[in-house]
C-alpha cells in the first residue's frame, strides 16, 4: 500500500468531495473553509501534481472561460486506484484511531 | 494601467505566467484569473489587484531560485570543465583562438572599411531627399551618361517643379589664383555655387549668415582647414582676398571641413554669378556643362522630379538633340555612380568583394574550430555520456557546446579588437581612410562586432554542438570509442572547404596583382618615363611662349609642348564632328584635346601618316586636325589625309594620323580622338616636357630657375606623369595590397588549423606509428603517410576553386578594356602551393611523432 502526505490525502478527499467541480480554484476554496486556515495556490498544485504522478487522479480540460482571461480549467477526477487507496487509508486510520477518546479525560 | 477588460493587470500577469512551470501555466493563470474576478466582485479593484501583485511577488523568490540557482551551479561546473580542457590541450586550443583572432580581427577591419563605404554622404540632415541631377545625351547609337547639366536649370527648377525645394549649381571651374595679403598662391579646390547651396546641405556655417553668404557676387567662403593655413589663427570673416588680381572677394564665412566621407570635397566657394558675371564666359544656352544638385520636398518621387526635368529642358533643345535627366539620390552616388577618372565607378563591387574576403577568412577559422573541437570529440565522450547519464538533455549540452564557442568567440573578439586598433593605421594608409580609433566604439561597428561574434559562434560552434550531444552514453561508456571519434570524412570535406577558399583568394591576389602591374606597365602608346607636366593656371598660360623659349634652351631638356589636360587622361571634352562623306542622319560626337607644337615628339606619339603642327605652316594652325587611327577609321577613307573635317566650329583637313596611344585609362577602349592647336592660351591647361638623358635633377633644377626667370611671383609646381599613373589605379593598388594581406593570413590561418589537426591525430595515433617502426617502417614512410592526406586534400581544394576562381575573377577583369586574364599556370601554381604548403604543415608535425623513440610511445600505459 502506498502512503500519502496528509496534504495528497487531503487533496484527493476534496477531490471527492466535490465530485466533478474539482478544480484549482473548488479544491483550494473547499480546504480552506473546511480547515478553516489560508491555503495558499502553490500549496495546493504540488500534491495535486504529485497525486497526478502516482495516478490517482486523472485530469481534463474544460473549456476556455472568459471568466478565466480566457484560459480553461483543469478538472480533477479520482481514478479507480485513488478510490481504492482511500478505502485502504480509511481501512487502516480506523484501525489507528480505534478508542482514541473524544474528548481529554483530566 | 491600460487593459482590455476586467482582467488582471497586465504586466502581473505576463510575470506570473513567467514564473509558472510551463506544464501548469495557462491552468494556473486561469485560477488566478478567476480568483481576481471573485475578490473584484466582491471587495472591489483595490483589494484584489494587490492580492494579485502580492502573488506575483510572493512567486518570485521560488523562480529566482530554480531558474538561477540551478544554472549557476552548473554555470560554473561548465565554466570549469572549459578551463581544465582548454589547459589539457593548450596547444589545439591557442590555434583555435589564435585563428578565430586572426580571423575575427580581419573581419572587423573589412567591417569597419565596409560600415564607411555604406556611411557616405549620410551625415546631411535631410540625406534622403538630396539628389544630383545626371544627364543622358544621346547619339547615333550610344548613349553618354554624365552629370553636366544646362546652366541655368538650377534656377528654373526651383522656380517651376513645386517638388523642388532647392537646386544649387555646383561646380569646380579650373582653380583660382589668390592673394590675401602679400601671399599669393594658387588653389584648385575653388567651386561655385548658388546661395541654396548652404540651406540645402549640412556643412556647418561659422561667423556668417547662412542666407546672405553667398548673395553678393563678391563674397568667398572658405573651410576650416584653409582658414587655419592662411589666417593662422585669426577670424577670416569679413577679410579680404584677391582673387586672379582683379577682384577683391569678401570672406563671408567659415565652412566646417567636409567630412571624409562626403562626396562634396571643397576648400572654397564663390558665388556661381562671380563666376558667370566677371570670371568667365559661360557656354550660352541649355548646354550641359555644370552639376546640379537639389534638394526634394518630402515625399516627392524623383522619377516624377526626372520627367519635370525632361520636360523643362526639351524646348532649349536643338534639332536632333535628345538629352534626358535623372535625379540620383546623393546617398547612393558614392556606390554607385562616383565620378572619378571622368567615368562611373561602382564602388559597390569592392564592398562585395572585400566582405566576400571577410566572410571567408572568418569561414576558415570557423572550420578550424569545428573540426578541432570534433576531433577532440572522443576526449569529451565520456564526460557527455556521464552528463547524460545524470540527466542532462540534449538542450543542457547544446547550451553547454554553444557557450564554450561563446566564451572562445569572445576571448578572441577581444584579441581581434586589440589588433584592428593596432593595425588601424596602416589600414588607414593603405586604403586612404580617416578611421580614427573612436569607431571602434561607433554604434555601427558595435553591432557588427555582436553580428560577428553571433555569426562565428553559429558556424563554428553548430557542428560540435549538435554532434557531440548526440553521442549514446550507452555506446561511449562501455568503452566503445569507436563510435564517438567524429566523422573523418566531414572533417575532410572542411578542410577541403578550407583550401578551396585560399586557393581562391591565392587566384584572385594574383589576378589582382597581375592587373594593377599590367596597368602600370602596358604599352600606352607613348613612353611616359621621363615625362613631366607643369600646370598653367590662370594667367600662367599667356606666358607659354616664353616659357617654351626658355625651357627649350636649357641642357637636358628632350622637347615641351603644351596640351588642354594631360597626355595620359585627355578627359573628355567632346563636340558634333562633321567630315566629307558622314552619314548626314547620323550625330557623332568625338573626343578632342588642344595642343601645342612639337606635341607628337614630345610626347613620343608615333605618326602612321602625315605629319604634326610646325610653325612653318601657320595656316595649318588655323585649319588643320590631327586624328587618331581610331578617328581615321571613322572617317571611313583610304587615306584619311586630307579629309576635310570640322569641329567646333573650325573648318579645316586632317594633316596628320598618330597612332593610337592611351589617352584615357586602361579599363576605357580607346576612342576616337582629334588634336587641334590651341586657339588661345585659354586652352592650355600644361606645360610637357620630355627630360633627356642624362642628369633629372639638374634638368629640374634648370627648370624652376628657368621659370622664376620668366614669372618671378607665381610657383613652379611640376609633377612626372608616372606618379599620375599610380593614383589612377590607386583603387586595383590598394585591393592588390590587401588581397595579399588577406590571402596570406587565410592561408596562415588554414594552416594553423591543418596544423593542430595533424598533431591531434599523430598524437592519435602514437602507438601504431611506434608498432610500424618497430616492424621496421622507416621515418620518411611515416612521415609520407600521416602527411600525405592533408596534401591531397588541399589538391582535391582546386576542383571547386577553380571554376569559382575563373568566374569571380573573369567577372572583375571585365570591368577593364584592355587586361591580362591569368593563364593556367596560375591556376596550377596555386593549387600546388596549397598542395605543397598542406603538406609541409603536416609534415612537419607527423615528423615529431614520427621520430618518437617506440620504445618510449609504447610503453605509456
Same mark, same amino acid.
Given at each position: 500500500?502506498?502512503?500519502?502526505?496528509?496534504?495528497?490525502?487531503? #487533496?484527493?478527499?476534496?477531490?471527492?468531495?466535490?465530485?466533478?467541480?474539482?478544480?484549482? #480554484?473548488?479544491?483550494?476554496?473547499?480546504?480552506?473553509?473546511?480547515?478553516?486556515?489560508?491555503?495558499?495556490?502553490?500549496?495546493?498544485?504540488?500534491?495535486?501534481?504529485?497525486?497526478?504522478?502516482?495516478?490517482?487522479?486523472?485530469?481534463?480540460?474544460?473549456?476556455?472561460?472568459?471568466?478565466?482571461?480566457?484560459?480553461?480549467?483543469?478538472?480533477?477526477?479520482?481514478?479507480?486506484?485513488?478510490?481504492?487507496?482511500?478505502?485502504?487509508?480509511?481501512? #487502516?486510520?480506523?484501525?489507528?484511531?480505534?478508542?482514541?477518546?473524544?474528548?481529554?479525560?483530566? | 494601467?491600460?487593459?482590455?477588460?476586467?482582467?488582471?493587470?497586465?504586466?502581473?500577469?505576463?510575470?506570473?505566467?513567467?514564473?509558472?512551470?510551463?506544464?501548469?501555466?495557462?491552468?494556473?493563470?486561469?485560477?488566478?484569473?478567476?480568483?481576481?474576478?471573485?475578490?473584484?466582485?466582491?471587495?472591489?479593484?483595490?483589494?484584489?489587484?494587490?492580492? &494579485?501583485?502580492?502573488?506575483?511577488? $510572493?512567486?518570485?523568490?521560488?523562480?529566482?531560485?530554480?531558474?538561477?540557482?540551478?544554472?549557476?551551479?552548473?554555470?560554473?561546473?561548465?565554466?570549469?570543465?572549459?578551463?581544465?580542457?582548454?589547459?589539457?590541450?593548450?596547444?589545439?586550443?591557442?590555434?583555435?583562438?589564435?585563428?578565430?583572432?586572426?580571423?575575427?580581427?580581419?573581419?572587423?577591419?573589412?567591417?569597419?572599411?565596409?560600415?564607411?563605404?555604406?556611411?557616405?554622404?549620410?551625415?546631411?540632415?535631410?540625406?534622403?531627399?538630396?539628389?544630383?541631377?545626371?544627364?543622358?545625351?544621346?547619339?547615333? @547609337?550610344?548613349?553618354?551618361? +554624365?552629370?553636366?547639366?544646362?546652366?541655368?536649370?538650377?534656377?528654373?527648377?526651383?522656380?517651376?517643379?513645386?517638388?523642388?525645394?532647392?537646386?544649387?549649381?555646383?561646380?569646380?571651374?579650373?582653380?583660382?589664383?589668390?592673394?590675401?595679403?602679400?601671399?599669393?598662391?594658387?588653389?584648385?579646390?575653388?567651386?561655385?555655387?548658388?546661395?541654396?547651396?548652404?540651406?540645402?546641405?549640412?556643412?556647418?556655417?561659422?561667423?556668417?549668415?547662412?542666407?546672405?553668404?553667398?548673395?553678393?557676387?563678391?563674397?568667398?567662403?572658405?573651410? $576650416?582647414?584653409?582658414?587655419?593655413?592662411?589666417?593662422?589663427?585669426?577670424?577670416?570673416?569679413? $577679410? /579680404?582676398?584677391?582673387?586672379?588680381?582683379?577682384?577683391?572677394?569678401?570672406? *563671408?564665412?567659415?565652412? +566646417?571641413?567636409?567630412?571624409?566621407?562626403?562626396?562634396?570635397?571643397?576648400?572654397?566657394?564663390?558665388?556661381?554669378?562671380?563666376?558667370?558675371?566677371?570670371?568667365?564666359?559661360?557656354?550660352?544656352?541649355?548646354?550641359?556643362?555644370?552639376?546640379?544638385?537639389?534638394?526634394?520636398?518630402?515625399?516627392?518621387?524623383?522619377?516624377?522630379?526626372?520627367?519635370?526635368?525632361?520636360?523643362?529642358?526639351?524646348?532649349?533643345?536643338?534639332?536632333?538633340?535628345?538629352?534626358?535627366?535623372?535625379?540620383?539620390?546623393? /546617398?547612393?552616388?558614392?556606390?554607385?555612380?562616383?565620378?572619378?577618372?571622368?567615368?562611373?565607378?561602382?564602388?559597390?563591387? &569592392?564592398?562585395?568583394?572585400?566582405?566576400?574576403?571577410?566572410?571567408?577568412?572568418?569561414?576558415?577559422?570557423?572550420?578550424?574550430?569545428?573540426?578541432?573541437?570534433?576531433?577532440?570529440?572522443?576526449?569529451?565522450?565520456?564526460?557527455?555520456?556521464?552528463?547524460?547519464?545524470?540527466?542532462?538533455?540534449?538542450?543542457?549540452?547544446?547550451?553547454?557546446? &554553444?557557450?564554450?564557442?561563446?566564451?572562445?568567440?569572445?576571448?578572441?573578439?577581444?584579441?581581434?579588437?586589440?589588433?584592428?586598433?593596432?593595425?588601424?593605421?596602416?589600414?588607414?594608409?593603405?586604403?586612404?581612410?580617416?578611421?580614427?580609433?573612436?569607431?571602434?566604439?561607433?554604434?555601427?561597428?558595435?553591432?557588427?562586432?555582436? +553580428?560577428?561574434?553571433?555569426?562565428?559562434?553559429?558556424?563554428?560552434?553548430?557542428?560540435?554542438?549538435?554532434?557531440?550531444?548526440?553521442?549514446?552514453?550507452?555506446?561511449?561508456?562501455?568503452?566503445?570509442?569507436?563510435?564517438?571519434?567524429?566523422?573523418?570524412?566531414?572533417?575532410?570535406?572542411?578542410?577541403?572547404?578550407?583550401?578551396?577558399?585560399?586557393?581562391?583568394?591565392?587566384?584572385? /591576389?594574383?589576378?589582382?596583382?597581375?592587373?594593377?602591374?599590367?596597368?602600370?606597365?602596358?604599352?600606352?602608346?607613348?613612353?611616359?618615363?621621363?615625362?613631366?607636366?607643369?600646370?598653367?593656371?590662370?594667367?600662367?598660360?599667356?606666358?607659354?611662349?616664353?616659357?617654351?623659349?626658355?625651357?627649350?634652351?636649357?641642357?637636358?631638356?628632350?622637347?615641351?609642348?603644351?596640351?588642354?589636360?594631360?597626355?595620359?587622361?585627355?578627359?573628355?571634352?567632346?563636340?558634333?564632328?562633321?567630315?566629307?562623306?558622314?552619314?548626314?542622319?547620323?550625330?557623332?560626337?568625338?573626343?578632342?584635346?588642344?595642343?601645342? &607644337?612639337?606635341?607628337?615628339?614630345?610626347?613620343?606619339?608615333?605618326?602612321?601618316?602625315?605629319?604634326?603642327?610646325?610653325?612653318?605652316?601657320?595656316?595649318?594652325?588655323?585649319? @588643320?586636325?590631327?586624328?587618331?587611327?581610331?578617328?581615321?577609321?571613322?572617317?571611313?577613307?583610304?587615306?584619311?589625309?586630307?579629309?576635310?573635317?570640322?569641329?567646333? @566650329?573650325?573648318?579645316? *583637313?586632317?594633316?596628320?594620323?598618330?597612332?593610337?596611344?592611351?589617352?584615357?585609362?586602361?579599363?576605357?577602349?580607346?576612342?576616337?580622338?582629334?588634336?587641334?592647336?590651341?586657339?588661345?592660351?585659354?586652352?592650355?591647361?600644361?606645360?610637357?616636357?620630355?627630360?633627356?638623358?642624362?642628369?633629372?635633377?639638374?634638368?629640374?633644377?634648370?627648370?624652376?630657375?628657368?621659370?622664376?626667370?620668366?614669372?618671378?611671383?607665381?610657383?613652379?609646381?611640376?609633377?612626372?606623369?608616372?606618379?599620375?599613373?599610380?593614383?589612377?589605379?590607386?583603387?586595383?593598388?590598394?585591393?592588390?595590397?590587401?588581397?595579399?594581406?588577406?590571402?596570406?593570413?587565410?592561408?596562415?590561418?588554414?594552416?594553423?588549423?591543418?596544423?593542430?589537426?595533424?598533431?591531434?591525430?599523430?598524437?592519435?595515433?602514437? $602507438?601504431?606509428?611506434?608498432?610500424?617502426?618497430?616492424?621496421?617502417?622507416?621515418? *620518411?614512410?611515416?612521415?609520407?603517410?600521416?602527411?600525405?592526406?592533408?596534401?591531397?586534400?588541399?589538391?582535391?581544394?582546386?576542383?571547386?576553386?577553380?571554376?569559382?576562381?575563373?568566374?569571380?575573377?573573369?567577372?572583375?577583369?571585365?570591368?577593364?578594356?584592355?587586361?591580362?586574364?591569368?593563364?593556367?599556370?596560375?591556376?596550377?601554381?596555386?593549387?600546388?602551393?596549397?598542395?605543397?604548403?598542406?603538406?609541409?604543415?603536416? +609534415?612537419?608535425?607527423?615528423?615529431?611523432?614520427?621520430?618518437?623513440?617506440?620504445?618510449?610511445?609504447?610503453?605509456?600505459?
Amino acid at each position: 500500500m502506498k502512503f500519502l502526505s496528509r496534504q495528497e490525502e487531503i #487533496v484527493l478527499l476534496s477531490i471527492w468531495h466535490l465530485k466533478g467541480n474539482a478544480y484549482g #480554484v473548488t479544491i483550494r476554496e473547499h480546504i480552506s473553509e473546511l480547515t478553516g486556515k489560508y491555503w495558499s495556490i502553490g500549496a495546493i498544485y504540488v500534491p495535486l501534481d504529485r497525486l497526478w504522478e502516482k495516478g490517482l487522479v486523472e485530469t481534463y480540460q474544460g473549456p476556455a472561460e472568459k471568466k478565466r482571461g480566457g484560459r480553461s480549467k483543469r478538472y480533477y477526477q479520482i481514478t479507480p486506484e485513488g478510490m481504492k487507496l482511500l478505502q485502504e487509508i480509511k481501512q #487502516v486510520q480506523k484501525v489507528f484511531w480505534k478508542g482514541f477518546p473524544k474528548v481529554m479525560a483530566e | 494601467m491600460r487593459r482590455a477588460t476586467d482582467g488582471p493587470p497586465r504586466l502581473a500577469q505576463r510575470l506570473l505566467q513567467r514564473f509558472c512551470g510551463p506544464r501548469n501555466r495557462p491552468i494556473i493563470a486561469g485560477d488566478f484569473a478567476e480568483i481576481h474576478g471573485d475578490l473584484l466582485e466582491r471587495r472591489g479593484r483595490t483589494v484584489a489587484d494587490l492580492w &494579485y501583485w502580492g502573488q506575483v511577488i $510572493k512567486s518570485f523568490p521560488a523562480f529566482v531560485r530554480n531558474a538561477f540557482f540551478w544554472s549557476l551551479v552548473m554555470f560554473r561546473n561548465y565554466l570549469i570543465v572549459f578551463g581544465r580542457n582548454f589547459s589539457r590541450h593548450r596547444l589545439v586550443s591557442l590555434i583555435n583562438l589564435g585563428g578565430l583572432a586572426l580571423g575575427m580581427g580581419c573581419c572587423l577591419l573589412i567591417s569597419l572599411w565596409v560600415l564607411d563605404e555604406l556611411g557616405y554622404d549620410r551625415f546631411h540632415a535631410s540625406a534622403e531627399r538630396l539628389v544630383r541631377i545626371e544627364s543622358d545625351e544621346s547619339y547615333s @547609337g550610344t548613349v553618354r551618361h +554624365g552629370i553636366g547639366t544646362p546652366i541655368p536649370l538650377a534656377a528654373a527648377m526651383e522656380k517651376e517643379i513645386p517638388e523642388v525645394e532647392y537646386a544649387t549649381r555646383f561646380s569646380r571651374f579650373g582653380g583660382l589664383q589668390l592673394a590675401i595679403g602679400e601671399t599669393s598662391f594658387f588653389e584648385e579646390s575653388v567651386f561655385a555655387a548658388d546661395p541654396s547651396f548652404l540651406g540645402m546641405f549640412s556643412f556647418p556655417l561659422f561667423g556668417g549668415n547662412p542666407e546672405t553668404a553667398l548673395s553678393s557676387p563678391l563674397s568667398i567662403l572658405i573651410t $576650416k582647414r584653409m582658414a587655419e593655413k592662411y589666417f593662422a589663427g585669426a577670424d577670416p570673416v569679413g $577679410k /579680404t582676398i584677391r582673387a586672379e588680381n582683379r577682384f577683391d572677394l569678401t570672406v *563671408t564665412g567659415v565652412l +566646417g571641413n567636409p567630412p571624409a566621407n562626403s562626396t562634396l570635397q571643397f576648400d572654397w566657394i564663390v558665388p556661381f554669378v562671380f563666376v558667370e558675371s566677371r570670371l568667365q564666359r559661360m557656354p550660352e544656352g541649355w548646354v550641359n556643362a555644370v552639376s546640379t544638385y537639389a534638394r526634394l520636398r518630402p515625399g516627392a518621387s524623383s522619377a516624377i522630379v526626372a520627367g519635370k526635368i525632361d520636360a523643362l529642358v526639351r524646348p532649349h533643345l536643338g534639332p536632333g538633340e535628345k538629352n534626358t535627366y535623372s535625379a540620383m539620390p546623393l /546617398t547612393r552616388l558614392h556606390l554607385f555612380f562616383q565620378t572619378g577618372r571622368g567615368l562611373l565607378e561602382r564602388a559597390v563591387d &569592392y564592398v562585395y568583394v572585400y566582405s566576400l574576403i571577410g566572410l571567408f577568412v572568418l569561414l576558415i577559422a570557423c572550420i578550424n574550430f569545428t573540426n578541432l573541437s570534433t576531433a577532440r570529440s572522443a576526449e569529451r565522450a565520456r564526460e557527455i555520456g556521464l552528463r547524460k547519464v545524470v540527466g542532462a538533455n540534449r538542450g543542457n549540452l547544446i547550451r553547454q557546446f &554553444y557557450g564554450e564557442a561563446l566564451i572562445i568567440v569572445t576571448a578572441a573578439l577581444a584579441i581581434a579588437v586589440g589588433m584592428t586598433a593596432l593595425l588601424l593605421p596602416s589600414f588607414n594608409a593603405v586604403t586612404r581612410k580617416q578611421l580614427s580609433w573612436g569607431v571602434l566604439a561607433a554604434p555601427g561597428t558595435l553591432a557588427a562586432m555582436a +553580428g560577428i561574434v553571433l555569426l562565428t559562434v553559429l558556424l563554428s560552434g553548430s557542428y560540435p554542438a549538435v554532434f557531440l550531444s548526440r553521442l549514446r552514453p550507452a555506446g561511449i561508456l562501455r568503452g566503445n570509442r569507436g563510435a564517438g571519434f567524429g566523422k573523418a570524412s566531414f572533417r575532410k570535406a572542411l578542410v577541403v572547404a578550407q583550401f578551396a577558399m585560399s586557393i581562391l583568394l591565392l587566384i584572385g /591576389t594574383f589576378a589582382v596583382l597581375g592587373q594593377t602591374r599590367f596597368l602600370q606597365t602596358a604599352d600606352i602608346g607613348f613612353d611616359r618615363d621621363r615625362l613631366i607636366l607643369l600646370p598653367l593656371r590662370g594667367d600662367v598660360a599667356k606666358s607659354f611662349e616664353a616659357l617654351k623659349t626658355e625651357f627649350s634652351r636649357l641642357p637636358g631638356i628632350g622637347g615641351v609642348t603644351a596640351m588642354s589636360r594631360r597626355p595620359n587622361m585627355i578627359g573628355d571634352f567632346a563636340d558634333d564632328a562633321d567630315w566629307e562623306g558622314k552619314d548626314p542622319g547620323r550625330r557623332i560626337r568625338v573626343v578632342f584635346a588642344s595642343v601645342e &607644337y612639337d606635341f607628337v615628339e614630345t610626347v613620343g606619339l608615333k605618326l602612321a601618316a602625315g605629319r604634326d603642327f610646325s610653325p612653318d605652316r601657320p595656316a595649318e594652325r588655323e585649319s @588643320g586636325f590631327l586624328v587618331n587611327e581610331e578617328m581615321a577609321r571613322l572617317v571611313d577613307r583610304p587615306n584619311a589625309l586630307g579629309a576635310r573635317l570640322s569641329l567646333l @566650329g573650325r573648318q579645316g *583637313t586632317i594633316i596628320g594620323v598618330v597612332k593610337n596611344f592611351h589617352f584615357q585609362p586602361l579599363d576605357q577602349k580607346i576612342e576616337p580622338l582629334v588634336l587641334l592647336p590651341a586657339p588661345n592660351a585659354n586652352w592650355l591647361g600644361n606645360i610637357v616636357v620630355r627630360l633627356g638623358p642624362g642628369d633629372q635633377g639638374a634638368a629640374l633644377a634648370g627648370l624652376k630657375d628657368a621659370w622664376k626667370r620668366v614669372l618671378p611671383g607665381y610657383p613652379c609646381e611640376y609633377f612626372f606623369v608616372n606618379e599620375d599613373f599610380a593614383r589612377f589605379y590607386q583603387r586595383e593598388n590598394q585591393m592588390g595590397r590587401l588581397l595579399k594581406f588577406f590571402t596570406a593570413l587565410a592561408v596562415a590561418i588554414a594552416c594553423l588549423g591543418l596544423f593542430g589537426l595533424a598533431s591531434f591525430i599523430a598524437e592519435q595515433r602514437t $602507438k601504431e606509428i611506434g608498432i610500424r617502426k618497430v616492424l621496421g617502417a622507416s621515418v *620518411t614512410n611515416i612521415v609520407f603517410d600521416l602527411s600525405k592526406e592533408s596534401g591531397l586534400l588541399a589538391l582535391a581544394a582546386c576542383l571547386p576553386a577553380w571554376p569559382a576562381a575563373y568566374l569571380l575573377t573573369r567577372a572583375w577583369l571585365n570591368g577593364f578594356a584592355y587586361r591580362t586574364n591569368p593563364g593556367w599556370p596560375v591556376f596550377v601554381l596555386a593549387g600546388l602551393a596549397a598542395g605543397a604548403i598542406a603538406f609541409a604543415t603536416a +609534415g612537419w608535425q607527423s615528423l615529431k611523432a614520427a621520430r618518437a623513440n617506440p620504445a618510449e610511445t609504447l610503453k605509456y600505459e
